[in-house]
């Protein structure tokens, strides 16, 4: 081997090297090391410790610890869970890329009117509380009147009940509820809660709101006493009316999709999200939860079109599209202009006569209702004597209508002539005026009979 060149031995070596890599990977793999990376998902739900490099076949351990409000689910890797221990200890043999999967619950308070319901996922959630938790609709009668726009209507939302200790947001109505409310409430029913309307100017003191009352069912009365400081400022009897409601809870991230239903002949008149009138909707979704929701869907009874037209010559009240709540009534007055007559009103589509007004009674459907008027012209019927003309005065007549008179002399009397627009047409005792399409005047002289 002393003899052998120095090229040959080189090779020997690099062969003899190669041969512990492809036959013995083991030997090798066990002084390797190996490297642990943690996270957290999501980043805000908790922390992560133990990642690190490490050698071939150590025991490590890494640890989740979650936030404030927050749970600790399971550790996964590739999106596949190895442990649902916050602790969990492995033996290190190959890299490890690991996750905390944290959650956390939220509600959502949904409340709705009168006329329907709000479904989950296609699915009724019966959740309905009967303690606090909720939406209520304050209204106090001040003791004192003409207090220049101080509220008297508040919407509070009580967000978290422990025994009888609950806490939530207050806030003038049409306002978002961003002033903290706080309160109790006994096992008889005995309720008592304040919140502190801080003042928009300087020189007027802030104001504390104290209620107190009692619980029946879903309604609190009792008395609201307003205090600046020490001093009694208004006080006066209140009433609140929970609105129907489910609590439902979500974990961060979850969706879930709500589905209005309004019952029958009702429809959705609106939806408010987070205190955000939305318009009329169907359906909502809140995506990818994470804090608190409010929504409340509004119904209101299905409304039907009257159309209302007149011609001309007259006019209707009220006219255009009417909107009518179902089985409501709805009544028109029908007027003609000087010099003009009803002449028909049509109601969907079938005559009711010249009639001076109309009633809809119990609307459920689309309806109609047309007014036609006629022009009229003026005769004027006068005599001479004591006899009479029938009829007499100025007597309407409608445009292309006839219109006849009768003469009758008094006693002792006879028609000595009759003249029309002026014209004599002789002694007659009867007259008509044919298709008549202008004013015209009818006069009869009516002279003594003297006897022999």
Not at 51 to 67: H, L, M
Not at 389 to 400: C, D, F, K, Q, T
């Amino acid at each position: 081997m002393k003899n052998m060149p120095r090229s040959i031995l080189l090779c020997c070596a690099l062969l003899f090297i190669v041969f512990l890599l492809t036959s013995c990977p083991d030997k090798l793999s066990k002084v390797e090391s190996h490297e642990v990376l943690l996270s957290e998902n999501p980043e805000v739900g908790g922390e992560v410790s133990g990642e690190g490099t490490f050698k071939y076949g150590t025991e490590v351990t890494v640890e989740a610890i979650p936030n404030e409000d927050w749970e600790f689910v399971n550790w996964t890797e590739n999106s596949v869970e190895v442990s649902n221990e916050a602790e969990y200890t492995f033996t290190i043999t190959q890299n490890r890329e690991l996750v905390a999967n944290f959650t956390k619950e939220f509600t959502i308070t949904v409340t709705h009117s009168h006329g329907g319901n709000v479904i989950i996922n296609d699915s009724l959630s019966i959740q309905s509380y009967a303690d606090i938790l909720g939406i209520w609709d304050i209204v106090i009668t001040w003791s004192v009147k003409d207090l220049n726009g101080f509220p008297n209507n508040f919407a509070m939302l009580i967000e978290k009940q422990t025994l009888g200790e609950f806490t939530g947001l207050v806030g003038p109505e049409g306002s978002v509820p961003d002033v903290a409310v706080t309160g109790s409430v006994k096992e008889n029913g005995e309720i008592e809660f304040s919140f502190l309307l801080k003042s928009p100017i300087p020189p007027i003191p802030d104001r504390q709101f104290k209620f107190t009352g009692s619980v029946v069912c879903d309604v609190i009365t009792g008395l609201c006493q307003v205090y600046e400081g020490k001093d009694l400022y208004r006080q006066g009897p209140f009433e609140a009316e929970k609105r129907q409601t489910q609590i439902v809870t979500a974990n961060y991230g979850e969706s879930i999709t709500f589905n209005m239903q309004p019952q029958e002949h009702y429809l959705v008149d609106d939806i408010q999200v987070d205190w955000i009138s939305l318009g009329s909707a169907n359906s909502f979704t809140f995506e990818n939860v994470d804090q608190n929701h409010y929504m409340h869907a509004k119904f209101g009874l299905r409304t039907y079109t009257i159309t209302a037209t007149a011609g001309e010559g007259g006019s209707i009240s009220p006219e255009g599209e009417v909107e009518v709540e179902h089985g409501s009534n709805q009544e028109f007055q029908i007027s003609p202009d000087e010099g003009y007559a009803i002449e028909d009103v049509i109601v969907d589509g079938s005559s009711v006569g010249p009639v001076e007004s109309y009633t809809f009674d119990r609307v459920v459907s689309e309806r109609s209702i047309e007014a036609r008027f006629i022009k009229t012209h003026i005769i004027t019927a006068t005599s001479l004597g004591i006899g009479t003309i029938v009829p007499s005065g100025e007597v309407a007549v409608l445009h292309g209508s006839s219109q006849s008179f009768a003469m009758n002399p008094g006693d002792d009397e006879k028609i000595g002539d009759v003249l029309v627009d002026g014209v004599s047409v002789g002694s007659v005792d009867y007259y008509v005026f044919l298709n008549v399409t202008s004013d015209h005047t009818i006069h009869v002289i009516f002279e003594r009979i003297f006897y022999q």
